[in-house]
């Protein structure tokens, strides 16, 4: 007897490839399109800010730490650095002066 099997991909296991495909780089562009564009937002917010407030920027880190939708960024004041919150998002924007963290139950910083 003679097999009709022919050997090949069917078009449903090149669909489910290119989903894989197509899942696994929006995942990875998009957390890495987040960071990147973040960063940018949050340095326009800083520059804006400090121009403002009569600050020199410095810069903020690469993200979000917290989840708060704001980046840890700083700005020199003479020779005073003061470290500030700047948006990284479209709904927020701006800058905050960061909160004191305390360290302990002593009351120290």
Known sequence: MKSNQESGVTLIEVLVAFVFIFVIGGVVFGGCSMILLGQGKAEENLASYSQRAGLQPIGCVGRDTDGDGYISCDAKDGDRIVSL???????????KI????????????
Do not use: A, E, V
């Open 85 to 95: 919150q700047c948006s990284n998002g479209w709904l927020n924007s701006g800058c």
């Open 98 to 109: 960061r909160p004191l963290q305390f360290n302990g139950t002593d009351g120290s910083y």
